[in-house]
Nanobody
Framework: QVQLVESGGGLVQAGGSLRLSCTASGRTDSSIAMGWFRQAPGKEREFVCAINWDGTSTYYTDFLKDRFTISRDNAKNTVYLQMNSLKPEDSAVYYC?????????????????WGQGTQVTVSS
């Protein structure tokens, strides 16, 4: 089992930035792919981005890739989501996800493991 714990969410004004972190524990290994999804009230969960085990490959949903950046530090078992130029429509619960198959995250939008989520609220 892998446990994922997100942090870094909060309230920010439009145009501001936030950095989310997700630390993995348990049966982790550096070969696991990680990603971020989000879900706004009344909407379905949507894919945000994913990164492969060594950070050499990333995928983003098209309309976010100019503002969001995913990265990872395997020494810390942590993945980050840097969010810039935030908009009110970015408000959502952001979930960290992990899977041993990279394609499961960015193609199937599925994951073996999920975090509990962290709230991001962007005020106008």
């Amino acid at each position: 089992q892998v446990q994922l714990v997100e942090s870094g969410g909060g309230l920010v004004q439009a145009g501001g930035s936030l950095r989310l972190s997700c630390t993995a524990s348990g049966r982790t290994d550096s070969s696991i792919a990680m990603g971020w999804f989000r879900q706004a009230p009344g909407k379905e969960r949507e894919f945000v981005c994913a990164i492969n085990w060594d950070g050499t490959s990333t995928y983003y949903t098209d309309f976010l890739k100019d503002r969001f950046t995913i990265s990872r530090d395997n020494a810390k078992n942590t993945v980050y989501l840097q969010m810039n130029s935030l908009k009110p429509e970015d408000s959502a619960v952001y979930y960290c996800a992990a899977d041993h198959h990279f394609g499961s995250l960015y193609s199937d939008y599925e994951a073996d493991y999920w975090g509990q989520g962290t709230q991001v609220t962007v005020s106008s």
